[in-house]
């Protein structure tokens, strides 16, 4: 697969690293442990010592999440692949990406973002397809604070263009999502001691994800974000 200049190095650099901030962000981190209990069918207490319950059923929740923002890609990138004019996609994605950059670092925050929707959610689940099941949910109906992340990430996908990239570019998104999902399901007690460390960082953590997508957005419009995507191998071989 040959990636277009929108989706080179750099914009999977973005998307994995979009998908961790997306995880530290104040809406799931210190739900961490409410999280792992729920998709294991544990209470709060027992998921310390729910071992591979709470493993299996880690891995099933973001096998669930990642399918579904897999296919968002695909989807996105097909509607952009539609438009005729690629560098008219390619500003206007930059314009949104700056915009949403700044809802993430706390300009404003638009009503729709600051609400969810929880369908499939009403019971614990039972066993590692409840859990993917769960996932699912948790990829349609989450968008409380990474709702400009995702959609950032979603626009980059539009913008290059080519289904298999932007599905490729939200796996990579799934991926920074769901390792610490998975670090934690594996090192229960270990990762929410460390995470409940991270948690007082998590503004300036915001900011820098947000800072990183309004300068993404002022490349793409610029049309300069593909000399970028162009030297970055050469930095990460050196």
Partial sequence: MTLPAELGP????IALVAGAASFLSPCVLPLLPAYLAFVSGLSVEEVDKGGRRV????????????????AFGAGFALLGELIPNQRILEIAAGAILVILGLVTVGISTPAFLQRDMRPFLARAPRGPAGAAA???AFALGWTPC???VLGSILMMAA?????????????????GLGIPFLVAGLFVGKALRAFARVRR??????????????????????????ALSAYLPRWIVW
């Fill in 10 to 13: 750099a914009a999977f650099l």
């Fill in 55 to 70: 493993l299996w059923s880690t891995v099933a929740f973001v096998a669930g999440f990642a399918v579904v923002f897999t």
């Fill in 134 to 136: 769960v996932g699912v």
């Fill in 146 to 148: 990474v709702g400009p």
């Fill in 159 to 175: 913008s290059g263009g080519d289904p298999a990239a932007g599905a490729s570019l939200l796996f990579v998104y799934s991926l």
């Fill in 201 to 226: 960082h998590l503004r300036a953590i915001q900011i820098g994800c947000g800072v990183l997508l309004i300068l993404y957005g002022a490349l793409l419009i610029a049309g300069r974000f593909s």
